[in-house]
């Protein structure tokens, strides 16, 4: 089955935080993979955690966007992705889960693989397809995700 979203990028497009929030750790800097089967968003659910977040992580120190997802998605699911395959869709901001009001800024990327069978790597405990039907799972970002995606046409049932 296609693990792909197929996605037209004219500019990479950012939102912005309806009341931004000041932290002394500064803005967490994340990065995402939006991988969409049958309508459904691949998500993943970290070990002691109790929501679902988009496939992806913060950055090691000298890592590239690009490189920080690749890594990420091996770690997170298994999936190998070439850098150069990947392209970036938009920027989410908003405030991190469980992370005491830390501002997030999560760059999502499209491309990779035509097919993969992601697995639940070490860290995480749960990789599902999930939709609209599922917000209540999810984390805050991740809904504004899926609204991002429905107002770019791409449907998420």
């Known amino acids: ?29 994340s990065v995402a993979w939006l991988c969409v089967r049958d309508g459904r968003l691949l998500s993943v659910r970290t070990r002691g955690r109790d929501v679902f977040y988009l496939p992806g992580g913060k950055y090691e120190p000298g890592e590239t966007a690009a490189e920080a997802l690749v890594r990420e998605l091996a770690e997170e699911v298994g999936v190998e992705v070439a850098p150069g395959s990947l392209t970036e869709a ?16 999560m760059r ?10 992601p697995v639940p790597g070490r860290e995480i ?5 999930l939709g609209r039907a599922d917000l209540d799972r999810c984390a805050p970002a991740y ?10 046409g791409i449907v998420v049932r």
């Open 90 to 105: 938009f920027t989410i901001h908003d405030v991190a889960h469980g992370q005491d009001g830390r501002p997030l800024r």
């Open 108 to 117: 999502c990327f499209t491309g990779g693989p035509e097919d993969c069978e």
């Open 143 to 152: 809904r504004k995700v899926l609204a991002r995606l429905a107002a770019d």
């Open 1 to 29: 089955m296609a693990c792909h979203l197929l996605f037209s990028v004219g500019r990479v497009s950012t939102d912005t935080l309806e009341n931004p929030v000041d932290h002394p750790a500064g803005p967490l800097d």
């Open 125 to 129: 405990a749960e990789v599902a397809w």
